[in-house]
């Protein structure tokens, strides 16, 4: 408890020394701002990997022993004006167990979503996350009120994998144990509770098949 106290502090100190450079971001080139956002990324001891394009200050929390992996060419969206609808929070990347993995793709599109992890989640390449989205590998409480009482660690957890090339609309919610089939399309606002087939387009809470995608020829 003492060392998350303490890492928190540290956070916002360094937030509070480089909030007052983006005062001029209008003015400047993006790439200006680069080294800002490499600093950060440093600060949480994640490396800063090729093409990558951040706007705001996302929210970064790994615990010991877990493994966030995030490859080329990520684009990850925190302020507001960085999304055509906006983002009402930052994105937030996070393990909560000791051996949890979170691993993303190249060509990577996120904006304002939380990814949360216990488990296991993949994200393959040229994946778009809308606004909002919150995808979780598990309950984050125990089904047993008692536990739940005592905040106890014991609550279930299944991986979840959104394969290559899916777009994932707007506050959309995606639950643990689901796999997101190559092209696949989630409706904006949909909870995803089951697999879903490759291709298709899947709406509502829980989510159901609106109809199958025509693959282009190439």
Not at 8 to 34: G, S
Not at 186 to 212: C, K, M, Q, S, Y
Request: charged letters at 20%; hydrophobic letters at 45%.
């Amino acid at each position: 408890m003492k060392e998350n106290l303490v890492h928190w502090v540290e956070c916002e100190k360094l937030r509070k020394f480089l909030k007052p450079l983006f005062w001029i971001r209008n003015e400047l080139p993006v790439v200006i701002f680069h080294p800002i956002y490499w600093m950060y990324f440093k600060f949480h001891k994640f490396p800063w990997n090729k093409g990558w394009r951040v706007f705001g200050f996302p929210i970064l929390k790994k615990e010991n022993g877990s493994v966030i992996n995030m490859g080329e060419n990520l684009t990850m969206r925190s302020l507001p004006r960085s999304n055509s609808i906006g983002v009402f929070q930052p994105v937030i990347l996070r393990t909560i167990k000791p051996d949890a993995c979170l691993r993303i793709g190249n060509n990577v599109g996120v904006s304002g979503c939380s990814i949360v992890v216990a488990n296991l989640v993949e994200i393959g390449d040229n994946v778009l996350i809308g606004s909002g989205t919150l995808i979780i590998d598990s309950d984050l409480h125990s089904n047993d009120p008692y536990k739940r009482v005592e905040q106890s660690d014991c609550f279930d957890s299944l991986p979840v994998k959104i394969d290559r090339d899916v777009f994932v609309g707007a506050r959309t919610i995606i639950l643990k144990g689901v796999t997101i089939g190559e092209g696949a399309i989630i409706g904006a606002g949909a909870v995803v509770v089951h697999d879903v087939e490759p291709f298709t387009i899947v709406a509502g809470n829980p989510a159901r098949l609106v109809r199958t995608i025509k693959k282009s020829v190439t």
